[in-house]
């Protein structure tokens, strides 16, 4: 301890003496690639642990290691938002979990987890859908961090941000740090909504995901993986009824286990296990203790530098794969010209002549950077096919069958949402 | 089908798997990259950690959670004030004045009671001098910013005895980080590669030859015509193309065009996939299978010259010196074949009966391969299987002691040209170390910093900007040990071990450089 000295600087009454002396070597002092801006000493170790408010967005995989670290290096008011209860499969990473927390939600027992172990933190859980919060309560963050395994939450939280940017405001610019991992690959990235690229500029980096074509699967099964999407997308709906399938309930994998089985059995194919049958229904990610730890560090240690400019933080994107050594690459990921969410200008695309309505919306449905599930279509005017309400979606589906250049003319808007995405896609059409 | 369903129902409910219990439910997640034998060899492992600061605990975290045998951290001191404040397995101030091994190891031991933890508060420095055979007892040994005394003397302990475990040496200071591992020899069958074996559609296997050239694709219907697997068109189409071509295959670029214009003709419209699937794939007809280049090379091993004793020969040695005899010996002089088939384009029976064709070709050449290994030694049938499907992908890795980069004067020239920014991390964490000797106690300058490093590369040598970039961090912050660069290597570091354990995936080759500034990794030497 001979380098230190007391610090009254940003304590509480809940800080003993020496309690930052590892964390506060680096906000005392520059280093040569610290910005001129950093004010080192007590403005910055006040602000990060009297006035910085983050949010975490996920207490699983990579939420349990972001809050720890979080709480650690000195934010001190954290709130997390999570939807999920606690499962056994869990507990090979989830930290803060222990077996008799099983069925728990995942947000309240990590926040007490954190407050117990780290005194003075204060961890604020939300029990629920990040979509339960409106603008107002994401604008009280300075800054937000993302450990989610869903493409879809992401995007919802990435243009929720965006779209609550005010030029004449610059608190309303919030960084957003987003981590994700599978098995030994992982990445962690730094949005800074409408200067940086977004997550939507980057849509078509994520992985199709593995789709069998349905006449597979009813006619011609030849791999394992086939059989299971024949048990549980066939023959779960004819033998259940309304009953609605639950990954999460081992019965119905066993269920699903003994039909998939029964009918590799009969067509010689070989390899359906518990295991598979499982990964393929639930979509299971593999996910290990280390990976998260790797990402969700690199995550809090950018926020951190943000929060306290004590270093240059990342501009803008890391990737990792583990399998083979220790291989990164870190590179400024660009904005995207016709972002639909930051780039604020139509897209313009072409399509034949010939293509119906539903076409088109099979289209939008497939392609990387769009990926629009259960789009509703329209036109300035009026609506081309609309998913909802029950009425308006009779009344629009005769359309689906029509020509999209018997409704838009050349050159033509049509605007696209959908239920799962907080903004709307403006197209310009054009025919070939 | 229909009339066998009934005995079909029967034999699938004796064989069917009931649902996983409660440990491979737990481990799922993981089983799903290691199985079950990397899980066994977690489980049978003991790992000795050499502090538990705030790294350490970080690195065992991640090898308690999935599941290790055993670990005990060996560390005498006392929890400080600012060791409380950086460790998330100490209870903050409840723990300040405790053992810090004995409170690391009650509250690493919580989150998995299916692993054994053992505190031992004992000093380094009198192990070393009474029980040295002691850290032998070990699988692996990870050290955090040991003492350069005790780590020398530690490296050469290890690196004097060719059974000895590997040791995790890491270094870190402030946002700036490194590890290496320091191993005699490292063998892996599972690396988990992403290059799939050869079909062998260039040589194609006489039972796969003879009924591909047996296909008459004018007597087929539009269902089987459309039905028919890729493999046998591209092997069909290769047969007819050199009989024309005095037995060689499409050579030119012309060549190979017009040859795949040739498969495109076969279609009979432009719904059937495997055609187009045949035409995407036509390159295997002329990528020449042979034995790959960076398995030929294990071949020349030192392991299989006569002179290595046969009987003190580790399994997989065996297993590689039949496997060298076989490419030698065997036509077509390739790798064993094995029955993984990727999906294609195909109804279920002629899939089948591929893929059928493929197991029994592999299962010959399996029983021919096991006619290679030594009779005297007795090696499971499932480590046979498992090195043949993964024979395309095998490794052997020899490690280097610590400290021998530097005094390879060429590596290291070539490191500094091609990774200024890391080699200066990598000199300067090795500076700082050598200062804690020279000068305990003393707040390293940038000047002394630069003169370590000078001393450690030879007076003279030109160093890059790079190097006042990674002084100046150390002068910064020397001792400080953050949250977020523990979290990181801890991650880190717990993988590469994972792997030396599993003897599954690829480890590290050389120095893992962490800059958690620019957030960049790079590997050296």
Redesign the interface.
Same mark, same amino acid.
């Given at each position: 301890?001979?380098?230190?000295a007391a610090q009254p600087n940003g304590t509480s009454p809940s800080d003993?003496?020496?309690?930052?002396?590892?964390?506060d070597?680096?906000l005392e002092?520059?280093?040569?690639?610290t910005d001129p801006s950093f004010l080192a000493g007590r403005e910055v170790q006040e602000f990060l642990r009297d006035k910085c408010k983050i949010l975490v967005i996920g207490a699983g995989g990579l939420g349990c290691?972001i809050l720890?670290?979080l709480a650690?290096?000195g934010f001190k008011d954290i709130h997390v938002i999570d939807m999920d209860t606690i499962d056994?499969?869990n507990?090979?990473?989830q930290?803060l979990f222990?077996p008799a927390d099983v069925g728990k939600p995942k947000a309240i027992v990590a926040a007490e987890f954190i407050m117990n172990?780290?005194?003075g933190v204060i961890v604020t859980p939300y029990y629920g859908k990040i979509q339960d919060k409106d603008h107002e309560y994401y604008m009280q963050f300075n800054l937000v961090i993302c450990g989610l395994d869903s493409v879809e939450a992401r995007r919802w939280i990435n243009a929720t941000l965006v779209s609550m940017v005010d030029s004449d405001n610059p608190e309303s610019l919030k960084p957003l740090i987003d981590g994700g991992t599978e098995?030994?690959k992982g990445q962690?990235r730094v949005i800074l909504p409408t200067i940086t690229s977004c997550y939507e500029c980057s849509l078509d980096m994520l992985n199709k995901p593995t789709t069998f074509p349905i006449c597979t699967i009813a006619?011609?099964?030849?791999?394992p993986e086939h059989c299971i999407e024949w048990a549980s997308v066939l023959e779960w709906p004819k033998v259940h009824g309304d009953q609605k399938l639950d990954t999460d309930d081992?019965e119905h994998?066993?269920w699903l286990?003994?039909v998939a =089985?029964?009918r590799a059995?009969?067509?010689?194919?070989e390899g359906v296990?518990?295991?598979l049958t499982?990964?393929v229904v639930k979509n299971?990610?593999?996910?290990?203790?280390?990976?998260?730890?790797?990402?969700?560090?690199?995550c809090?240690?950018?926020a =951190?530098?943000i929060a306290t400019s004590s270093?240059?933080y990342?501009n803008n994107y890391?990737m990792?794969i583990?399998?083979?050594?220790?291989?990164?690459y870190?590179f400024e990921h660009e904005k995207r010209e016709h972002c639909p969410v930051c780039g604020g200008e139509a897209l313009e695309i072409s399509i034949n002549h010939d293509w119906t309505v539903e076409q088109l919306m099979e289209m939008l449905t497939e392609k990387q950077d769009i990926q629009i599930k259960k789009p509703s279509l329209s036109t300035p005017l009026k609506p081309i096919y609309f998913q909802q309400p029950p009425q308006l979606e009779k009344n629009t589906r005769p359309n689906l069958e029509k020509k999209v250049s018997d409704l838009v003319a050349a050159g033509g808007e049509v605007t696209v949402t959908s239920t799962t995405l907080p903004f709307s896609l403006s197209l310009i059409i054009n025919y070939t | 089908?229909v009339d066998t369903?009934s005995q079909? $129902?029967e034999?699938? &409910?004796t064989t069917?798997?009931?649902?996983?219990d409660?440990k491979?439910?737990? /481990?799922?997640?993981?089983?799903?990259?290691w199985a079950a034998t990397g899980q066994a060899a977690l489980e049978l492992s003991r790992i000795l950690v050499l502090s538990s600061d +705030?790294t350490s605990t970080?690195i065992l975290? #991640?090898l308690v959670?999935?599941?290790i045998g055993h670990f005990t951290i060996l560390d005498d001191a006392r929890v400080?004030?600012?060791d409380?404040?950086?460790?998330?397995f100490l209870?903050?101030?409840r723990s $300040?004045g405790k053992s810090r091994a004995e409170e690391a190891v009650r509250l690493l031991l919580?989150? #998995?009671d299916g692993v054994q933890g053992v505190a031992d508060t004992r000093s380094f420095d009198s192990i070393m001098d009474t029980d040295k055979d002691w850290f032998s007892s070990f699988t692996l040994i990870i050290s955090h910013n040991l003492h350069p005394t005790r780590l020398d003397k530690l490296s050469n302990l290890l690196s004097s005895n060719s059974s000895a475990p590997p040791l995790i040496i890491v270094r870190s200071s402030?946002?700036l980080a490194e590890f290496f591992i320091q191993f005699h020899e490292h063998t892996i069958i599972e690396?988990?590669s992403?290059t799939a074996p050869s079909l062998r559609i260039d040589k194609p296997f006489p039972a796969l030859l003879q009924h591909a050239l047996s296909l008459d694709y004018e007597k087929m219907d539009s269902t089987e015509h459309g039905?028919t697997p890729y493999v046998y068109i591209l092997v069909k189409a290769m047969e007819g193309w050199k009989k024309s071509h005095g037995g060689n295959p499409p050579k030119t670029t012309d060549e190979r065009k017009e040859f795949k214009k040739g498969i495109l003709a076969l279609q009979r419209n432009i719904d059937e996939e495997n055609f187009e699937e045949a035409e995407a794939q036509a390159y295997r007809c002329w990528a020449e299978t042979k034995v790959p280049s960076e398995i030929a090379q294990l071949f020349n091993d030192p392991a299989l010259e006569p002179a290595a004793h046969a009987q003190s020969r580790q399994p997989f040695f065996h297993l590689l010196a039949a496997l060298k005899r076989f490419t030698e010996e065997v036509e077509p002089h390739t790798l064993p074949l094995t029955s993984t088939l990727p999906?294609?384009k195909?109804?279920?029976t002629s /899939? $089948?009966h591929l893929q059928r064709l493929y197991k029994a070709r592999a299962e010959e050449e399996k029983a021919i391969f096991q006619t290679f290994l030594d009779k005297n030694v007795d090696i499971d049938e499932d480590v046979i299987d498992l090195f043949l499907k993964n024979a395309h992908g095998l490794q052997v890795l020899r490690g280097r002691r610590w400290g021998e980069f530097e005094r390879d004067t060429d590596a290291f020239s070539g490191a500094l040209a091609s990774y200024p920014k890391e080699t200066c991390i990598h000199l300067a964490l090795s500076a700082l170390a050598n200062l804690t000797v020279k000068q305990p106690?003393v +707040?390293p300058t940038a000047e002394a910093l630069r003169g370590e490093v000078l001393a450690i590369v030879g007076q003279g040598t030109e160093l890059p900007d790079a190097l006042?970039?990674a002084i100046?961090?150390l002068e910064?912050?020397?001792?400080?040990? *953050?949250?977020? &660069?523990? +979290?990181?290597l801890?991650? *880190?570091v717990?993988?590469?071990a $994972?792997k030396m354990i599993t003897k599954q /995936?690829?480890?590290?080759?050389g120095y +893992?450089v962490i800059d958690?500034?620019? &957030?960049?990794?790079a &590997?050296l030497g």
């Open positions: 301890m001979s380098l230190s003993w003496q020496d309690r930052y002396w590892h964390v070597q680096v002092k520059p280093g040569p690639r290691e720890a670290n650690l290096t056994v499969s507990l090979n990473r930290f222990r172990r780290v005194p098995g030994f962690a006619n011609t099964p030849r791999l081992p994998i066993s286990y003994g =089985f029964k059995k009969e067509f010689n194919i296990t518990w295991s499982q990964g299971v990610i593999p996910a290990i203790a280390s990976t998260n730890a790797v990402i969700a560090a690199a809090c240690n950018e =951190f530098k270093a240059a990342l890391f990792l583990g399998t083979d050594g220790v291989y990164s870190t | 089908m369903e079909d $129902i034999t699938a &409910t069917l798997q009931s649902a996983p409660a491979t439910r737990r /481990y799922d997640r993981q089983l799903r990259l +705030a970080s975290k #991640n959670l999935p599941g400080s004030p600012a409380a404040g950086n460790n998330f209870e903050g101030p $300040i919580e989150m #998995n402030a946002f690396s988990h992403e039905h999906d294609m195909a109804d279920t /899939y $089948i106690g +707040a006042d970039e100046g961090e910064r912050a020397p001792a400080a040990e *953050l949250p977020n &660069t523990a +979290a990181l801890g991650g *880190l717990a993988q590469e $994972i /995936y690829v480890p590290i080759k +893992a958690l500034i620019d &957030t960049t990794t &590997t």
